[in-house]
């Protein structure tokens, strides 16, 4: 329990369905503070336990977060922790508490399979509010896992889960979500800046002219279009006033490449690895794929590791995931390479 809205009222919904609840927030940083939680866990009278994984969250999402960022990558850290830390941790404390079930405030639901009349599977489903689902950053799951987990959200919409809390009276019914990466109190910029070294270096348009100079490769990604030099005078006079989006990173000349043409973002295929599948067997053949948390889901062939959309799709981002979906189901999940 962060001491947030969605798991706060995942505890109380859980409490009112006759479960009984046991509160763990996960001290991750600096940053975290169990303040709220502590809060909501003695108003719904439940134990109340802090779970101090600071050092395992470094190694694990903090430290691989500045090493992809190194190697020109745009990791997604909550991805990471999900699978290294929340899930991981969380397990482990239900087994010492004697717990049933991990509980948490996430979006998404939990769907079971009979297969062979005697083995059952777990699903792993978007949920009901598909603005919200968060389906996408728990594709590391797996079939022991699910067994385990409870998602009481899954069919609530964000406004129904304040509208409850606000009826159980929890003081957090109208705290704002939170929308950076959680152990970043600066902007991303000044975080990297502040732990990796890197050289400045020509910006080089589509057509190998150069037009000004990056701070750093790490510090942009794939389809930027904010955070580009303003100046100079060559800069200013290829622009022309166009939107300009960074289409490469060229680490072995140490250039950025930028376009105006939003085509030049555009590819039609692309690898992933580290891929995991929910269900435990691997999956070839036809799906729907999602590129970025907030992208669409899209048609697609899954070849192996390769990825062949059936229309180009923009900006493809190494570092990123890639989820893939039969309709409401999650199959699994790999990295963009």
């Known amino acids: 329990m962060s001491g947030g809205v969605d798991s706060s009222t995942a505890a109380a919904l859980l ?27 003695k108003i719904l009278n439940i134990p109340f336990y802090i779970l101090d994984v600071q050092k395992e969250f470094k190694k694990r999402v903090v430290d691989y977060f500045i090493k992809e960022h190194k190697k020109g990558n745009t990791p997604n850290p909550c991805v990471i922790c999900n699978k290294y830390i ?5 397990i482990d404390k239900m087994i010492e508490l004697k717990a049933d079930f991990v509980a948490t405030g996430h ?30 950053f728990l594709w590391t799951l797996n079939q022991k896992q699910l067994k385990k987990i409870i998602f009481p959200l899954g069919d609530y919409t964000k406004e129904q889960t ?31 800046k502040s732990r990796i070294h890197a050289n400045r270096g020509p910006i080089i348009t589509n057509n190998g002219k150069k ?5 750093g490769l790490i510090f942009y990604t794939i389809g930027q279009r904010k955070g580009l030099p303003a100046t100079p005078a060559s800069w200013l006079a290829w622009r022309a006033g166009d939107p300009v989006y960074v289409i490469k990173k060229d680490f072995k000349n140490n250039a950025l490449i930028v376009s105006k043409s939003n085509k030049d973002l555009l590819r039609k295929e692309m690898l992933v690895k580290n891929v995991n599948w929910i269900s435990g067997k691997s999956f070839n053949g036809r799906c729907k794929v999602k590129i970025r948390s907030m992208a669409k889901m899209v048609p697609a062939t899954i070849n192996k590791n390769k990825i062949i959309f059936d229309k180009p799709q923009r900006a493809i981002t190494p570092g990123q995931s890639a989820v893939f979906y039969d309709n409401n189901e999650v199959l699994g999940g790999g990295t963009i390479d």
Not at 18 to 36: C, L, Q, T, W, Y
Not at 86 to 90: D, E, G, N, P, Q
Not at 211 to 215: A, L, P, S, T, V
């Open 86 to 90: 929340k899930f991981k941790f969380l």
């Open 162 to 192: 304040r509208g409850l809390a606000k009826k159980f009276g929890l003081p957090v019914f109208d705290k704002k979500d939170s929308q950076e990466i959680c152990f970043i109190n600066t902007n991303l910029y000044e975080f990297l």
């Open 211 to 215: 037009i000004g100079e990056h701070k």
């Open 15 to 41: 409490k009112k369905n006759g479960f009984e609840v046991i509160a763990v927030f996960m001290r991750m940083h600096e940053h975290s503070n169990p303040k709220d939680a502590k809060k909501v866990a």
């Open 107 to 136: 979006y998404a639901r939990i769907g079971r399979e009979i297969r062979n009349s005697k083995f059952e599977i777990r699903k792993l489903l978007v949920a009901r509010d598909k603005n919200k689902d968060q389906s996408y």
